[in-house]
């Protein structure tokens, strides 16, 4: 990871959340941060050569300005040396997270309320933005227990080295625990020892991490709705497979963006980014 980690700004208070959490990782990984904040405005009501942010003179200038400028001095506070940009642009946010994503470290962004109807959460976008992106995707949400553990999920032991590594790195900066819930049975046998593999690899790695691994009696995807209530991450991957349907996110993960109650990350198999970017 190497370019900065993209941040989609709409000055709401999700955004305000994922501002800072995107600093902080910013800071750990060593790159900048570039808040990105995306106006729609049908074509048909932007006069010509009149700025995109003000058609019609709707004042939306001040609300932008103030959005990004907020935005950029909470970053500061969270990390001081960070290098930080941003921009305006005209467009649907998914589709300009996504063209922009190219090349970012990580793109984070902010999730919906629940629904009054009780239904939900309205984890479209967060689902589009993580099939479509071209990096991986952090979607701050919930109340997070600050004193939980991060959760890494291994959907049939699809967890990648690129979502395991994550989830201990941030058990690791974060200074708590690492569960592991894979779903695998004793049927599953090569599975789980490449993916028992992987993990004792990353212990030594992070020997600062306990990891626990629970056993899941039931499906995966229950039992990471449930361990999110008292987590403070959600570590999902994507499978590094070839067709149209290999860069959207599991079930798991799928479930994970909708349901969960403290943020999620679904991490793409580097792979996969390169498969992408031909």
């Given amino acids: 990871m190497s370019g900065p980690v993209l941040v989609g700004v709409d000055g709401s208070v999700t955004s305000v959340a994922a501002v800072e959490t995107a600093a902080r990782l910013a800071d750990r990984l060593g790159v900048g941060i570039r808040l990105t904040q995306a106006c729609e405005w049908p074509a048909a009501h932007v006069p010509p050569g009149a700025p995109p942010w003000n058609a019609g003179g709707s004042g939306t200038h001040g609300l932008v300005k103030g959005a990004l400028t907020e935005a950029e001095r909470l970053a500061r506070c969270t990390a001081p040396w960070l290098r930080v940009t941003h921009q305006v642009l005209v467009g649907d946010p998914v589709t300009v997270l996504e063209s922009e994503s ?52 291994g959907e049939h032991g699809h967890a990648g080295r690129e979502a395991a590594e994550f989830a201990f790195a941030e058990a690791s900066a974060r200074g708590t625990d690492l569960v592991v819930l894979d779903g695998l049975g004793m049927h599953d046998r090569r599975r789980r020892n490449t993916f028992d ?16 691994r629970p056993r899941v009696p039931g499906r995966t995807r229950r039992a990471v709705i449930e361990a999110s209530t008292h987590a403070q991450l959600v570590v999902v991957g994507t499978p590094g497979r070839r067709g149209a349907a290999a860069s959207l996110p599991t079930r798991v993960g799928r479930t994970a963006l909708r349901h969960a109650d403290c943020s999620v990350a679904v991490i793409r198999a580097e792979e996969e980014n390169r498969r992408r970017d031909r």
């Fill in 102 to 153: 190219r090349g970012a470290s990580l793109t984070v962004v902010g999730s919906r309320p629940t629904s009054r109807s009780g239904g939900e959460r309205r984890g479209s976008v967060a689902v589009r933005l993580a099939a479509r992106g071209r990096c991986s995707v952090l979607v701050v949400r919930g109340g997070p227990d600050r004193t939980g553990p991060v959760v890494l999920t």
């Fill in 197 to 212: 593999d992987r993990l004792s690899v990353l212990r030594e790695k992070y020997p600062d991490v306990d990891v626990r």
